[in-house]
């Protein structure tokens, strides 16, 4: 589950609501108190993307080689940071926001009938999707499928491929 910002107009950084779970590459909005919080219904007023991970199990950052680990055979994905791979929100309790343009490739999408110069929407899970569920539009397809890792390999241009991604241009103003 990622976000990979390819360009981007504003990085934001706000407070984040202590008791949400979400991943970078969703959606969020702006509730009352000022806090960022999950984009929970399709019609909601969308603030922006999520350019942090927020959780306690789920790591964000893309990564290509998960791998099991430890006695209770837990399958852990390996990322190359160096602060905490689940809550990156944990020290300041703030979350990076992406708004008012840019260029994103994300896994955190609803459906797979994505095709360049679709509108994008943010569906009622903070998800990208290609269905108007009374929210506004928030960006354009630009391409979708196998994305790139740049760990050389054999699945996409000689990399080993991050997965499927939706290649999207921001238009939320």
Known sequence: MALIPIYHVVADYLDVDADETITMGQWVKLASDGEVELVDAADDDVYGLAGDTKSDS????PSTNPATIGASNVDVKFT???SDPYDETKAS???TIYHSGG???TDQYED???AP????YVSANGKLTTTNGGGPQVGVCV???DYPSGVPGIDVN???TLGEYVVFKMTLA
Request: hydrophobic fraction near 40%; charged fraction near 25%.
């Open 143 to 145: 391409s979708f499928g």
């Open 58 to 61: 789920t790591p964000g950052i």
């Open 103 to 105: 260029k994103f490739a």
């Open 112 to 114: 797979d009938a994505f």
């Open 80 to 82: 190359n940071r160096v």
């Open 93 to 95: 309790g703030k979350m």
């Open 158 to 160: 000689g990399d080993i």
């Open 117 to 120: 110069g679709d509108k994008v």
